[in-house]
């Protein structure tokens, strides 16, 4: 038997919010790890708590099906049915900054992911969450296979942080390094005292 009164509790990692200045929307991240550039500017890589999802129109339940993107105003139009189509299947839907995103447990395992063609340089792979009917249409929110680490810089005053795009500051090479290392703790089972209590 484990003994789980002399285990080691690794320490749970920092909270932080990232915001979307033109919205205003927040989004809750914890803070996987913050590393310096080559200029000595400082970048943070953060992991949602919640789980970031997109939709496509179609029903997506045969890889040969065609899947399409859908566009803002489409998004708005169908999203009472989602709402709902996810209410009923235990998930809270929110408008969180950059990306939706769903409150509830999502099973993100490669033996059901699916690879949806949408018509870009390589198919998505994802796991479906539900699939819905809004008007004349079928469509089917995902949430995309790899883990969505995003790049941000801290405002030392509010704490806050802003997603870095297009950073004239990022040195590829050390930003490599740190997203390779990242996504290999991230792939790594779970912790074993977390294995023995499933079993």
């Keep these: 038997m484990r003994d789980y009164e002399n285990a080691e509790i690794a320490p749970a990692l920092p909270l932080v919010e990232v915001l979307e200045p033109e919205t205003n929307r927040r989004l809750l991240c914890t803070?996987?790890?913050?590393?310096?550039?080559?200029s000595g500017s400082e970048r943070c890589l953060v992991l949602p708590v919640d789980t970031p999802i997109d939709v496509l129109r179609g029903e997506g339940l045969d890889e040969s099906e065609d899947l399409s993107d859908i566009g803002d105003d489409e998004l708005l139009q169908i999203l009472p049915d989602m709402n709902r189509a996810l209410a009923m299947r235990g998930f809270l839907l929110q408008r969180s900054a950059f990306c939706m995103?769903?409150?509830?447990?999502?099973?993100?395992?490669?033996?059901?992911?699916?690879?949806?063609?949408?018509?870009?340089?390589?198919?998505?792979?994802?796991?479906?969450?539900?699939?819905f009917t809004s008007g004349t249409s079928r469509y089917l929110v995902?949430?995309?296979?790899?883990?969505?680490?995003?790049?941000?810089?801290?405002?030392?005053?509010?704490?806050?942080?802003?997603?870095?795009?297009?950073?004239?500051?990022?040195?590829?090479?050390?930003?490599?390094?740190?997203?390779?290392?990242?996504?290999?703790?991230?792939?790594?089972?779970?912790d074993e005292l977390f294995a023995d209590v499933a079993d």
């Design 101 to 131: 995103t769903v409150r509830g447990p999502v099973r993100m395992n490669e033996d059901d992911a699916l690879e949806m063609d949408t018509g870009g340089d390589e198919p998505n792979e994802g796991v479906e969450v539900c699939t």
């Design 31 to 38: 803070l996987r790890r913050r590393f310096t550039l080559a």
């Design 142 to 190: 995902y949430a995309p296979l790899n883990p969505v680490l995003l790049i941000t810089n801290e405002d030392p005053e509010t704490r806050l942080h802003e997603v870095c795009f297009d950073d004239a500051d990022v040195d590829e090479a050390t930003l490599q390094a740190n997203l390779d290392a990242e996504y290999e703790m991230l792939s790594e089972p779970e």
